[in-house]
C-alpha cells in the first residue's frame, strides 16, 4: 500500500447565496449556506456527512460536482482547482452523484438502457458498437439483469430503481461518488439491501464516497469519518467511532442521543434540544449552537473567532465557550 | 380487562377498485387498543397502515375504497353503523389524527389561531372569542413560544417542527379519547422527532388518552409504544408487548426487519443482513402465507392457498402460524 492519497480537499469553502429585495431586486443580505468550511477525504474512504435540514448538507454536495459555485475557498480534486470560472471541468467524469429520490431522479421518458447510455454518450468514452454490452455489465454489476436496459424506470420497485441510479453514477467509472441520502427514501428491508451494493462496489471498485444522510446509524455503519455540520459550519469531524464514543460538542452530542433506539428494554437519558435550527440569513452573532439552546456561557462566544482544535488523532471539534 | 378496551377491530377487510381491478388492502384485521394505551402499528409501505387509519376515521377515498367486511368499535359502538352527521360527531371531538406531512393537512391561506378555533367552533358551543383564546391555550400547551402573536401567523411562517406541533394542537384540541398518529415524526429531523415524541407522551399522560401510533421506524416503536402489531402485505403478522417482541421476534418478517436495520453497535462496514425480493405488490396476492416468496424457504402449495390463522404463542403474542415463518 502506498500512502493515503488525498483525493477531495476543501479549504475555507464559502458558500453563500444573496438574498434580493426591494423592486430593484437589490442584493439586502447573503444566506451563508455553508461558511468557511474545510475537510479532506482520502482515497477509498467514507465521509459521511451529517446535520439537520437546513445545515448545508447538498449545498457543499453540490459545489463539490459543480453544480453551485462557491463564493469562496478552494476545491481541489487530486490536487486539481475545480472551484473558480476558470477551472477545467474534465474532473466531472471522476466526480458523479446520486441523488435522494430514484423517482424523480431518472427520467420516465427513457429506457433504463438510454439513461446507462448517456453518460457514456455525453463523455465519448465507450464504442458506440459495445455500448448495450456495457450497459449490460453495469446492470448486472448493481445486481440487477440486462434485460432490464429494454424497460422503464416506472416499471421497477424504489429499491430497483436506485440501483440504476447508481447504475448510472457508476457508467464513466468515477473515482468519487457523491452520495446525497441514498437510502432514506426506501424501506427498512429494501435500505439494507442497498447499503450492502454500496459498501460492495466500495470494496471492489476502490471508490470514495461523500454520503449525506441524516441517519445517523446508516452514516456510522458505512463511514470511516464524520463530519457534523450545523448551519453551515462543521462543528466536529473526526474518525467515525471516535464521534460517537466520545463526542465533544454539545451539538453531536444531544444529535446522538435523539436517535431512537430498537431496544424498549433500553431506557437512556435524552438530551432534547429546544428550538430549531436559526435562519443562515441572520445567524446569531455567536456560536449558533449556544444560542438555541439559551447557553448561560453564549455571551463569551459573541465576537470571538471561533476555531477548530484537535482533541485526538484526526478528531477536531469547533471551539467555543458555551458547547465545548 | 373486556372494559378497558377503547377501540376494538375485528375482522377489517378493506378493497380498493383499480383499473386493475379489485385489490385487497386489508385481510382480515384484527386488533384492541386498551384505554391509555399506545399500540404501534408497524411496517413497509403499501402494508396497509394507513388504510387502517383511514378506515377508522371513515375517510376512505369514495367510491374506490370500501369496507368489505368486519367491525370497528369505539366506545361500544360500531363506527361503520354511524351516519355521516354522526361520525362527523366522533372525528376531531372522540377521534383525533395526526397526519404526517404537516405542510399538507394545515390550510395554507388561514391562519394557525384561525383553523384551530374552528375545531372549537365545530365541536363545542362556544363564541368565536372563547375559541381564539382556547386556541391560543392549546398553542402554549404543545410548546409554541409567545402563542398570542404566532396564532396570527400562517403556516408558511413556522418551521416543519413547528408545524407538526400545530397539527397535534388540532387533533387534541377537543382532548380526544383517541389519537390516531399516521407517521407523525418521519418529515422531520431527528432532534425535532425527539421533541415531537416526547411532546405526544407528556400530552397523552396529562390528557389520559389512547394513541395508535403508525409509523415504519422500529427506533420510534421500541421508545413510545405499549403494544406493537406487525402489518405485512395487508395482514397483521405478529402482535405482542414491545418488550416481548423485540426479545422473541418469532415471524420470519419481524426477524428480519428487526435484524437489517444498522445499529449504533453493529460493527461498522459488515455486512447488514437482507430481506431478499422485495413487498409484493397487492394486485397478485396469494390468499395463504404471503411471506412465502421472501422467507427463503419452499412453501408446498397447500400453505400457500390457505391462510394461517393467527396463533397465541405466549400470553398476549400472536404470530400467524405459517409453520415454515415462524417459530411456535
Avoid at chain 2, 170 to 192: S, W
Wanted: charge should be negative; hydrophobic fraction near 40%.
Amino acid at each position: 500500500m502506498n500512502a493515503p492519497e488525498e483525493l477531495l480537499k476543501i479549504t475555507d469553502l464559502r458558500v453563500h447565496f444573496p438574498v434580493r429585495g426591494g423592486i430593484f431586486r437589490r442584493a439586502v443580505g447573503s444566506c451563508k449556506a455553508v461558511d468557511q468550511v474545510s475537510l479532506v477525504l482520502q482515497k477509498g474512504q467514507t465521509l459521511g456527512l451529517v446535520g439537520e435540514s437546513g445545515c448545508g448538507k447538498s449545498t457543499l454536495a453540490k459545489a463539490v460536482v459543480k453544480l453551485v459555485e462557491p463564493t469562496s475557498g478552494s476545491i481541489k480534486f487530486k490536487n486539481q482547482e475545480i472551484a473558480g470560472k476558470k477551472a477545467q471541468n474534465n474532473f466531472r467524469k471522476n466526480v458523479q452523484m446520486v441523488f435522494q429520490d430514484p423517482a424523480e431522479s431518472l427520467n420516465s421518458r427513457m429506457t433504463v438502457g438510454a439513461i446507462l447510455e448517456e453518460p457514456l454518450d455525453i463523455h465519448n468514452i465507450v464504442e458506440k458498437n459495445v455500448r448495450s454490452e456495457r450497459v449490460g455489465e453495469l446492470l448486472e454489476q448493481v445486481g440487477l439483469s440486462a434485460s432490464a436496459a429494454n424497460r422503464y424506470p416506472f416499471e421497477f420497485s424504489g429499491g430497483q430503481r436506485q440501483r440504476i441510479g447508481i447504475a448510472r453514477a457508476l457508467a464513466l467509472q468515477p473515482e468519487l461518488l457523491v452520495l446525497d441520502e441514498p437510502v432514506s427514501a426506501l424501506d427498512v428491508s429494501v435500505q439494507s439491501q442497498v447499503l450492502n451494493l454500496l459498501m460492495d462496489l466500495q470494496s471492489k471498485l476502490g471508490l470514495t464516497y461523500l454520503l449525506i444522510a441524516h441517519d445517523l446509524a446508516v452514516v456510522k455503519h458505512v463511514s470511516d469519518i464524520i463530519a457534523v455540520m450545523y448551519l453551515g459550519k462543521i462543528v466536529e469531524i473526526g474518525p467515525a467511532e471516535e464521534i460517537y464514543l466520545n463526542p465533544v460538542h454539545a451539538y453531536t452530542k444531544a444529535l446522538i442521543s435523539a436517535i431512537p433506539i430498537p431496544d424498549p428494554t433500553k431506557k437512556r437519558e435524552r438530551v432534547i434540544i429546544p428550538g430549531d435550527v436559526p435562519s443562515p440569513i441572520n445567524p446569531p452573532a455567536g456560536c449558533a449552537f449556544g444560542h438555541r439552546v439559551g447557553s448561560s456561557l453564549y455571551p463569551e462566544s459573541v465576537g470571538k473567532k471561533l476555531d477548530m482544535e484537535e482533541v485526538s488523532t484526526g478528531h477536531f471539534v469547533l471551539q467555543c465557550p458555551c458547547c465545548t | 380487562m373486556e372494559t378497558d378496551i377503547l377501540l376494538d377491530i375485528k375482522g377489517l377487510s378493506v378493497s380498493f377498485e383499480t383499473d386493475e381491478g379489485t385489490v385487497q388492502a386489508l385481510d382480515s384485521v384484527d386488533f384492541q387498543v386498551g384505554l391509555g394505551q399506545t399500540l404501534g402499528l408497524v411496517g413497509e409501505s403499501g402494508c396497509g397502515k394507513s388504510v387502517t387509519a383511514l378506515s377508522i376515521m371513515r375517510l376512505l377515498p369514495k367510491p374506490v375504497g370500501k369496507i368489505t367486511s368486519g367491525r370497528i368499535h369505539f366506545q361500544g359502538k360500531d363506527l361503520l353503523e354511524l351516519s355521516p352527521d354522526g361520525m362527523r360527531q366522533v372525528r376531531g371531538n372522540e377521534i383525533g389524527m395526526i397526519f404526517q406531512e404537516p405542510m399538507n393537512a394545515l390550510n395554507p391561506v388561514r391562519t394557525i389561531g384561525d383553523q384551530l378555533s374552528e375545531v372549537f367552533l365545530l365541536h363545542q358551543e362556544i363564541g368565536v372569542k372563547e375559541a381564539w383564546l382556547k386556541s391560543v391555550e392549546m398553542l402554549h400547551d404543545v410548546g409554541i413560544p409567545a402563542p398570542d402573536t404566532r396564532a396570527f401567523e400562517y403556516p408558511h411562517q413556522l418551521s416543519g417542527g413547528m408545524r407538526q406541533r400545530v397539527v397535534i394542537a388540532m387533533a387534541l384540541a377537543c382532548r380526544p379519547k383517541l389519537v390516531i398518529a399516521d407517521e407523525p415524526t418521519t418529515a422531520l429531523d431527528v432532534t425535532v422527532q425527539a421533541q415531537i415524541l416526547e411532546l405526544l407522551q407528556t400530552l397523552q399522560k396529562q390528557l389520559g388518552s389512547s394513541v395508535l401510533l403508525i409509523t415504519h421506524d422500529l427506533g420510534v416503536i421500541a421508545e413510545t409504544c405499549d403494544e406493537v402489531c406487525v402489518m405485512y402485505a395487508g395482514r397483521i403478522v405478529e402482535r405482542a408487548s414491545t418488550v416481548e417482541l423485540f426479545a422473541n421476534p418469532r415471524h420470519a418478517y419481524t426477524r428480519g426487519l428487526l435484524s437489517s436495520i444498522p445499529r449504533l453497535d453493529t460493527m461498522p462496514k459488515t455486512e447488514l443482513s437482507t430481506i431478499d425480493g422485495m413487498v409484493p405488490g397487492l394486485s397478485d396476492l396469494n390468499q395463504g402465507c404471503r411471506f412465502a416468496p421472501r422467507s427463503g424457504k419452499i412453501h408446498p402449495q397447500a400453505l400457500l392457498d390457505q391462510r394461517s390463522p393467527l396463533q397465541e404463542v405466549t400470553e398476549g403474542h400472536w404470530v400467524e402460524s405459517c409453520p415454515l415463518c415462524s417459530n411456535l
